[in-house]
């Protein structure tokens, strides 16, 4: 069986026109190691792979990642035994689905209020290998704390400011942790855009 996935997986690669040929950049699982030049074809086996790994491992936060990003990069499976894992994963981690905008989905904003010493947080998904920005703006002159991490709650970005703007390079397809603090002792209303 797995054998015959990595067949599939081979010509999965193919078919997009993204194999590489001659000696090259082993692909790996980790996103450390994920080279800017990677194509959508080793990124689709990188998912995959990590798919199947969280799944394994019962990983309901990872295998929700990993399928973000087989379905963001809009890989369709070729056969019907590709199709019945992919809904399997997705009746897996249904109930931790929930409607998001972000990269993945184009540009999108949120309005808000924050009360004072409030915090809120969000999820979101951009795209690897994609810029990605999250800008906010308060109505007025108060300062919003806005912090970024990533998928493995390193930080990406950290201000407090009345207007900022957050810009980073994603390694991989992955959620996005958001968190909007409100330091001062007044309401404050704002903006939030993604792109």
């Known amino acids: 069986m797995i054998a015959h996935r990595h067949i599939l997986l081979v010509a999965a690669c193919a078919s997009l026109g993204a194999c590489v040929s001659g000696p090259s950049e082993a692909l790996t699982h980790g996103d450390s190691a994920r080279p800017f030049s990677q194509t959508r074809g080793e990124r689709l086996l990188i998912a995959l792979h990590a798919a199947e790994s969280a799944e394994r491992a019962g990983a309901e936060a990872d295998l929700l990642a990993a399928l973000e990003a087989i379905e963001a990069l809009g890989a369709r499976p070729g056969t019907a035994a590709?199709?019945?894992?992919?809904?399997?994963?997705?009746?897996?981690?249904?109930?931790r689905r929930i409607p998001m905008r972000g990269r993945t989905l184009g540009p999108a904003y949120?309005?808000?209020?924050?009360?004072?010493?409030?915090?809120?947080a969000?999820?979101?998904?951009?795209?690897?290998?994609?810029?990605a920005r999250v800008a906010i703006s308060s109505r007025g002159e108060q300062a919003l704390g806005m912090r970024v991490f990533d998928g493995s709650s390193k930080s990406v970005c950290s201000q407090v400011a009345s207007s900022a703007s957050c810009r980073w390079l994603p390694l991989f397809t992955q959620r996005h942790r958001i968190e909007l603090e409100n330091p001062g002792r007044a309401p404050v209303e704002y903006y939030l855009a993604f792109e």
């Open 82 to 95: 590709d199709l019945a894992d992919l809904e399997r994963w997705r009746a897996a981690v249904a109930e």
């Open 110 to 120: 949120r309005s808000g209020r924050l009360a004072p010493g409030q915090v809120m």
């Open 122 to 131: 969000m999820e979101q998904t951009f795209l690897g290998g994609e810029a």
